[in-house]
Each structure stands twice: as C-alpha cells, then as structure tokens.
C-alpha cells in the first residue's frame, strides 16, 4: 500500500512530472476516465433538473460515442505533443470493447481519456478544462 500512495505523493509534490511520459497510455486513459466523468458531473450541475435528469445527462456524455464526438471537436486544437498522446491511447490495445460501440468510437474515446488523463497528471488542469468545455459546448450545441 505505501507503494501505491507514494506514487501518488510523488505527483502532488512535483511541480512538472516528467515520468508521466513513462506510463501506459491505458493507465493514463484509466486516470482519464475517471476525471472526465467528474467534470461531466460538474458540468451537468449547472443544470436546473432533477437528479435522475442529471444522471441521464452524465450518461449521454459518459460514453464512447459521445467522447469520439468531443475528441473529433478538439483534435484541431491540441498540440503536437497532445496529439501524440491521444494517439498512443487510440492505438494502445485493451482488453475488450463494449458490445454497443464501434471499434472506431472506442478508439477514439481512449484517446481522448489518454489526454485527460496526461493533462491532469502534468498539472495542466486549464488547458485539460478549457478543452473540455469546448467540446462539451458542442455536444450540447449539437442537442438543441
């Protein structure tokens, strides 16, 4: 256990972590998905509704397809070394893909999770937020 937590003590304390470069794009896209659904929660308190209203929100947007959407919109805006991550998460070879997703989908929301997760073990948390509203600005542009 001290193990585990002192990678994690490691992170806090280090200002520009370089051995985040060293880990598995599945492990960053692990950390990914766990902070994107966090920020997809906040995002949806925003809105005046009904808890399982908000749930349902979470879930059209916690999902391969809609994370493929979102990656789509901001590929444009990311840098060279942002790209290069995301693509070692969209090539990185997982387990199984979920039954009701493309292959292609998937892909491309592993990549995404990749990058989020990068972003916030690098301590780049404005540039991981403002990419995130930019593409959840378009993924509730594209539902109204």
């Known amino acids: ?25 599945l492990k960053l896209a692990y950390i990914g998905d766990s902070v994107y659904e966090l920020i997809v929660r906040s995002y949806c308190l925003n809105e005046r509704t009904a808890l399982k ?47 009701n997703q493309s292959v292609g989908n998937y892909r491309l929301a592993t990549g995404l999770e990749a990058l989020i997760g990068f972003l916030f073990l690098s301590k780049k948390e404005a540039r991981l937020f403002d990419l995130i509203e930019k593409g959840l600005d378009y993924e509730s542009e594209k539902n109204v």
Do not use: C, W
Not at 61 to 84: G, M, S
């Open 53 to 99: 209203d908000l749930h349902r929100k979470k879930v059209d947007l916690v999902n391969a397809k809609a994370q493929a959407e979102i990656y789509k919109k901001i590929e444009p805006l990311l840098t060279e070394e942002e790209v290069k991550v995301a693509k070692r998460g969209r090539n990185a070879k997982g387990n199984s893909i979920p039954k």
């Open 1 to 25: 256990m001290e193990e585990d937590i002192s990678l994690f003590r490691k992170i806090i304390k280090d200002d520009k972590p370089d051995f985040i470069k060293e880990i598995s794009p």
